[in-house]
């Protein structure tokens, strides 16, 4: 009932950038929350950056000051600008968003994920 597009990721040296892009579509009254999330091999999924409604932001440690989460709207879309990019950020990255359908009912979905690799 909500797809999650991804774009964005790909192969770049260490100190790069790169900034990647989630579009939500579907049955949608509402986003109350986007993020992001990344998931290295052999360890479990961690939150990147989440952005609320309001512009309120969360970010985890290892990532302030490098990274800045922001989002659009009326188009229902969240960035994750990455600067100073490091060996240890390489991940695959998967957008999140949680709020309501036309309906009212809560959703909750993922985006399939995209590949960012930091070669040192």
């Known amino acids: 009932q909500v797809q999650l597009v991804e774009s964005g990721g790909g192969l770049v040296q260490a100190g790069g950038s790169l900034r990647l892009s989630c579009a939500a579509s579907?049955?949608?009254?509402?986003?109350?929350?986007m993020g992001w999330y990344r998931q290295a091999p052999g360890k479990q999924r961690e939150l990147v950056a989440a952005?609320?409604?309001?512009?309120?932001?969360n970010y985890a440690d290892s990532v302030k000051g490098r990274f800045t989460i922001s989002r659009d709207n009326a188009k229902n879309t969240v960035y994750l600008q990455m600067n100073s990019l490091k060996p240890e950020d390489t991940a695959v990255y998967y957008c999140?968003?949680?709020?309501?359908?036309?309906?009212?009912?809560?959703?909750?979905?993922w985006g399939q994920g995209t590949q960012v690799t930091v070669s040192s």
């Open positions: 999140n968003a949680r709020g309501l359908l036309l309906h009212r009912s809560p959703f909750g979905s």
């Open positions: 579907g049955s949608i009254f509402s986003i109350n929350a």
């Open positions: 952005i609320t409604s309001g512009g309120s932001t």
